[in-house]
């Protein structure tokens, strides 16, 4: 079996996993999802590569009150490291939140997964749930692809969405901190962070939009006047060191006669010739020319 066809029954099975066990289910059906155990809070700690970095605090506190009232709905996800020591596949926000409420022990569901895979439940269970920002996002795809060789196609079949969307999101990787701090913050969305990638000073930008609340139309449109801004001195540039062609046709005749480069750079008010030579021979047959002339 080639890469490609492994890669795209990994997102299949990937899919049908975060399906089967850590997708949010009715108040009717939640007895669906089963933990395999109780354990102590304290034999779970949170997965260092887990691409979810911003846990909003009014929200945490917010379902750590539902679950004193409730207790977990839906299990976490976890995998054995050692006797008794378990890390967060998928979840952790819930396992932050039943620290919040004072839970003593936790439903878990485990999985024996390695490194790999354990990243890529991660991405998707998130990506599924829109619980990661836009930065976080791009990084995991960023850690996928570095870590494991991933294509943009392979990431888009696994987590379900376009290569476009993929490619648009490692884009954002592109942006200076400040900008990638407004992103992360939620001050800038992703379509506005994306209009800043090719201007020349997106943190400058980035400042503007927060500040006048612009939308992503009016972020679009400043990111061009910059990138035209930007362009017009290179054009400039460009149209005076256009030569017409009587001057290309001069500098041919010269050259001809001389055995030699020459450049003319003629302007309105005057300008110079330029005669390249490579040896004191050629300078000296150049110093008797002008000598007799």
Known sequence: MNDDVSKRRLGRGLAALIGEMDQPVPVEAERIVSADRMIPIEFVS????????????????????????????????????????????????????????????????????DDKTALEIAIVE??????????????????????????????????????????????????????????????LSAGHARALVSTSDPASLARTIVAKGMSVRDAEKLAQNNIKAQSEPHQAALRRDQKDSDTLALERTLSDALGL????????????????????????????LLERR
């Open 46 to 113: 949170r997965n260092p590569r887990n691409p979810r970095r911003f846990f909003d605090d009014a929200e945490l506190h917010d379902l750590a009150s539902s679950i004193r009232q409730h207790g977990i709905v839906q299990p976490i996800v976890v995998r054995t490291m050692s006797r008794d020591r378990y890390e967060i596949i998928a979840g952790e926000r819930r396992w932050r939140a039943a620290q919040l409420a004072g839970l003593v022990e936790i439903p878990v569901i485990v999985r024996d997964v």
């Open 126 to 187: 998130n990506v599924q749930r829109a619980d990661l920002n836009a930065l976080e996002e791009a990084l995991g795809y960023e850690q996928l692809i570095a870590e494991y060789g991933y294509t943009q196609n392979d990431l888009g079949e696994i987590i379900g969405k376009s290569r476009s969307h993929v490619a648009n999101s490692l884009r954002l990787l592109k942006l200076p901190d400040p900008v990638r701090d407004l992103l992360a913050a939620g001050s």
């Open 261 to 288: 480069d020459v450049a003319i750079n003629h302007k309105a008010s005057g300008g110079q010739i330029k005669i390249s030579y490579k040896s004191l021979e050629q300078l000296e047959e150049i110093c008797r």
